[in-house]
């Protein structure tokens, strides 16, 4: 087992890390934006399990629940929590939920999450907002989130949820995203449709270890019309990689067709070791459509907990072929491209090397990570991604990591 004392200590040797300030909330901190605008970038805020109202973020700070996200008042109906990190720095969320005003009912506030440049997730909650509850572009890394949209009131247009990326390179591990089901309104039109739980646009995705599923259709006697249920994916441009995942597309209404779990119309969709199971509907949903191609040698990525102080995880890939499989460490996420590389890879230097192995095919190669409990790697970030051969070819997993909390 190679120890992160390892990967610390050649974090060392490439440089030292920039002095960094932890702001814990509570007295005398209790306003968040007050803290974000007098905290420099590489900081860390522990909310210590207070809830603040949405903000806006424009440096590169690392966020620590638990915590609590969400508007105090429903109006007006519409809040968003906007990060635009610039180039050369990056946000870390950990532990937070991004919540609505409350539970569905009228004059509910909803919330959406903005995040362009490079951001984490990690063990986070997003629900409804408008039109999506996460909405991405950049370079981005959801690990063991959560995405549970709902109508937020019959009263209020245009609710709906689930994961929007329209841009840069996205890997999404051990998640579970719901889209969001179609709902009545009492208003022009009167049923608002519902969400897959992954709209692509363009860019790079890769989702490893998750579960999905689309929002649901939408039937009413007192409606003039009904909506289908939604695909779990809808790829509608760029490229998205599914590896060791369950899709299920949502149900839909009164002898509607059922939706397929993966559309592929305008975009490419390969996946392995993945189980698509089409919506209910009259027909029932196929499992795919589109630009769906099943790719057995994709490699599968996964991470047991986060890194925290004093404890262990595990770095888990998932072998396509029985070729050489390797796994390396870095500690910047920013993805590179390379002609021989099948997908976007952690190409920032340095990177270190954690193990070599010959796996079967659909073996786990599992690497054991042991935090140190030293106070000062508190805010340290450490990213893992599995590289596989592939004839002339090499093909990489989802990257997956966060910072150590």
Not at 96 to 116: D, K, R
Not at 205 to 225: D, I, P
């Amino acid at each position: 087992m190679i120890a992160l004392r390892l990967v610390v200590a050649a974090a060392v040797v490439a440089g030292p890390c920039a002095a960094q300030t932890v702001w814990s909330m509570g007295s005398p901190w209790t306003d968040l934006n007050t803290v974000i605008a007098a905290a420099m970038p590489g900081d860390i805020v522990l909310l210590n399990g207070m809830t603040f109202a949405p903000f806006n973020l424009n440096k590169g700070l690392t966020l620590v629940g638990p915590g609590t996200i969400q508007p105090w008042i429903p109006f007006p109906f519409s809040y968003a929590t906007t990060l635009s990190i610039p180039p050369g720095e990056r946000a870390h969320f950990a532990g937070i939920g991004f919540l609505a005003s409350g539970p569905p009912s009228p004059g509910v506030g909803t919330h959406i999450v903005h995040a362009t440049g490079t951001v984490t997730f990690e063990d986070c909650i997003f629900e409804a907002g408008i039109p999506h509850s996460l909405s991405v572009a950049g370079t981005i890394l959801l690990h063991r989130c959560t995405c549970t949209p709902s109508p937020s009131s019959s009263s209020h247009p245009n609710t709906n949820g689930g994961v929007h990326v329209h841009g840069g390179v996205c890997w999404i591990t051990d998640s579970t995203l719901n889209g969001a089901n179609a709902h009545y309104y009492v208003g022009f039109p009167d049923v608002i449709a519902g969400t897959p739980a992954l709209l692509v646009s363009f860019g790079t995705v890769s989702v490893s270890n998750s579960t999905l599923r689309g929002g649901f259709g939408f039937a009413h006697s007192l409606a003039s019309t009904m909506m289908p249920g939604l695909p779990a994916v809808d790829v509608q441009g760029g490229t998205v990689s599914i590896t060791d995942c369950t899709l299920t597309g949502g149900t839909s209404p009164g002898g509607q067709p059922g939706p397929v779990a993966l559309a592929g119309a305008g975009g490419v969709a390969p996946y392995a070791r993945t189980t698509l199971t089409g919506g209910v509907g009259s027909p029932p949903g196929a499992p795919s459509s589109g630009s769906v191609a099943q790719v057995p040698q994709l490699v599968g990525m996964s991470i047991a907990q986060p890194f925290r102080l004093g404890l262990t995880t595990q770095l888990i890939a998932t072998a396509g072929t029985s070729q050489l499989l390797g796994m390396i460490a870095a500690f910047d996420p920013t993805p590179a491209t390379h002609p021989a590389v099948l997908g976007p890879f952690l190409g920032a230097v340095p990177t270190i090397p954690l193990l070599v192995a010959a796996p079967l095919p659909v073996a786990q190669v599992v690497h054991t990570v042991s935090v140190p409990n030293q106070p000062q790697l508190l805010g340290f970030a450490v990213f893992a991604q599995a590289f596989q051969l592939e004839g002339a070819f090499v093909r990489v997993s989802a990257a997956v990591g966060g910072v150590v909390h």
